[in-house]
């Protein structure tokens, strides 16, 4: 029977099969860094909005603090975002003819809402806190950014699960460090039984900032 394949073929074959497989890992390797790239998750990219709000101005320039327009960050989960009425409070006498501001006058002729787009809203499925953030310290800047020196709000950091964890672990590190510090202090106050059991007990249920459950509910 005449051979089928020259000689080469076998050589060929397994040039191709290794071929294949460093194009299967260079694929995989490349996927891997894109997911992890700030490109991926917008990092640096706004939103188009419907007045073109400039925090600079209202932040460094005039002084309005973060919780004037976004009332309820230091309380509930959603920062919430500024109404109609809100922006009336200055802009009923200041620029009030402007035509950048004809959504504004139009949201309260109406009672509707204006439509905010969101710069950094996470994923339906992970849940976040505002007010609990803010009561531990956690300051806007820490995840937006220096908001207060952008003339257009920008994201500032990939809000990913990685970079979320990151905040949470070196938090965890900080509070173990000071674990021991603060078990001295509540010795110092009072060694009966049932404070230390108190104290057992909260540190037994007390939820890690890495659990799942912290997140995603």
Known sequence: MA???????NTAFRLGLVAAALGLILILAGGYVYVRSEWFWNVGESAPQ????????HVS???IACVFCHSTAERVAPAGMPTAQTCLTCHS????????LEPLRT?????RPIRWSSVSRLPNFVYFHHGVHASAGI????????????RQTRKAHSLSMGWCLGCHRSSEAAAEAGKDKRQVKADAVSNSPSNQRSLKVSEHFATPLTNCSVCHR
């Open 3 to 9: 051979q089928l394949f020259r000689p080469e073929a």
């Open 50 to 57: 419907p007045i073109p709000f400039r925090h600079d101005l």
């Open 61 to 63: 320039g005039i002084g």
């Open 93 to 100: 006498q200041i620029l009030q003819g402007a035509s950048v």
């Open 107 to 111: 949201s309260a002729a109406l009672n």
């Open 139 to 150: 300051t806007c800047e820490t995840c937006h950014g220096r908001i207060d020196q952008m």
